[in-house]
């Protein structure tokens, strides 16, 4: 099998990097937005170059062969079978969040999420002026669970519940009984879930993804479900991802919509480097969810050992930890940006229930997490905090 230079650190400046230009990223080890500093798999970037020496980029239609990727990809990793015509191309996650509530539901109706969340749900729901019902997660013995009587509550007033699967910023994969009581709540009070499944293929070893449409084809009608190999396969650019419904009359209107504002062409090179990932990316998968699992487990046991007072949420899925610094006397942004020069989000971003938290993105080599830590440690000791 081959093996791939996960510990390589590779320049990002002058690629119009985001992260990397951010103006807080001179002084600081640039650990937020979430895209990977790994190298992606070489199949990708043949496959662009492939495609490059085509010297003619005319009018194109996505092949059958990408459809067949996506399926095949998802039927083994995560046991579910989709169907071709159930299978929307479209250009982001966010850009499809957005398009699902301007068709569904209208200005002023209630969306239930559970708090904290990924921040750009709540700038979805203030941009399309629905009104955000926050069930806030309960954090209780270091780990999340759902309060499913607030859940509830919000329910019985929403039309949509939009669902992080595995949650970010959280760092749960769900599991099948919690997706069974969302199900049915949705089922009782008639609520259309928006379930992003983003990270679903960024699960820690011992965790399991379910995909929410698995759960029956009641459930598979009333969800929409949004993938794409962006997370997966650092990707992030790329500009291609997939709405997926069994609903037949929503994925038409959706089409609709589409054509209404002319919203289909993909790009020729997304096309071909997302149907490479699906085809050959296994492999590189693999390695990459070792190698971030190992620098959680670093992670975790340096904070265990020297910074008791910060603790590190259990990393379940996605490649973004959630540490609770409630303890920590300084502010989190103080303590990370300006003290330990470290720029990750500050967790009161994705919620007024995350305040005090702090999200670092660690799929990055090694090296960055030790200076990271070194950062830390640092810090912690000039901050006077208690030592174990
Ligand atoms: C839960 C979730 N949804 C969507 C996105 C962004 O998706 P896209 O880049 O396809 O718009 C992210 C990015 O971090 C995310 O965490």
């Known amino acids: 099998m081959k093996q791939y230079d996960l510990d390589r650190i590779i320049d990002r400046e002058n690629t119009q990097s985001i992260k990397f230009d951010h103006e807080k990223s001179q002084c600081c080890l640039p650990m937020w937005i979430a895209d990977m500093d790994f190298a992606v798999a070489d199949e990708i970037v043949e496959a662009a170059k492939k495609r490059a020496e085509h010297p003619i980029f005319g009018y194109s239609y996505l092949p059958d062969a990408l459809f067949d990727a996506f399926i095949r990809w998802h039927r083994i990793r995560h046991g579910i079978e989709y169907r071709k015509e159930d299978i929307i191309p479209y250009y982001s996650v966010v850009a499809a969040i957005d398009l699902i509530l301007n068709t569904f539901t209208q200005p002023g109706d209630n969306i239930t999420i559970m708090s904290p969340v990924y921040v750009y749900f709540w700038e979805a729901l203030k941009e399309t002026q629905r009104t955000a019902l926050a069930s806030p997660l309960i954090n209780h013995d270091n780990r999340y669970s ?99 419904t069994q609903n037949r009359q929503w994925a038409s209107i959706l089409r609709r919509e589409m054509c209404r504002f002319h919203l289909g062409a993909q790009n020729v090179f997304a096309a071909v480097m997302v149907q490479a990932a699906y085809e050959h990316g296994e492999d590189w998968l693999n390695q990459v969810l070792t190698y971030i699992n190992g620098n959680y487990l670093l992670i975790r046991d340096v904070l265990t050992q020297k910074m008791p007072e910060i603790k590190i949420l259990p990393l379940e899925g996605t490649y973004l930890i959630w540490l609770d610094c409630r303890n920590l006397p300084a502010c989190v942004t103080d303590f990370f940006e300006n003290q330990a020069h470290i720029l990750g989000e ?40 208690r030592r174990s």
């Open 346 to 385: 500050d967790g009161s971003l994705f919620g007024p229930e995350g305040a005090g938290y702090y999200r670092i993105n660690i799929a990055t080599p090694r090296r960055n997490i030790e200076k990271m830590l070194a950062g830390m440690e640092e810090t912690y000791r000039k901050c006077g905090c």
């Open 146 to 244: 759902i309060d499913f009587d607030n859940l509830e509550a919000c329910f019985s007033r929403s039309k949509v519940f939009l669902m992080c699967s595995p949650h970010n910023p959280a760092g749960r994969v769900w599991t099948h009984e919690e997706l069974e009581r969302i199900a049915a709540l949705a089922e009782r009070y008639d609520v259309m879930i928006i379930a992003d499944e983003i990270h679903s293929d960024l699960i820690m070893p011992g965790y399991r993804h379910i995909p929410f449409s698995s759960l029956g084809s009641k459930t598979a009608d009333r969800t929409i479900t949004l993938l794409s190999s962006t997370k997966t396969f650092n990707l992030a650019q790329a500009g291609m991802s997939f709405m997926v």
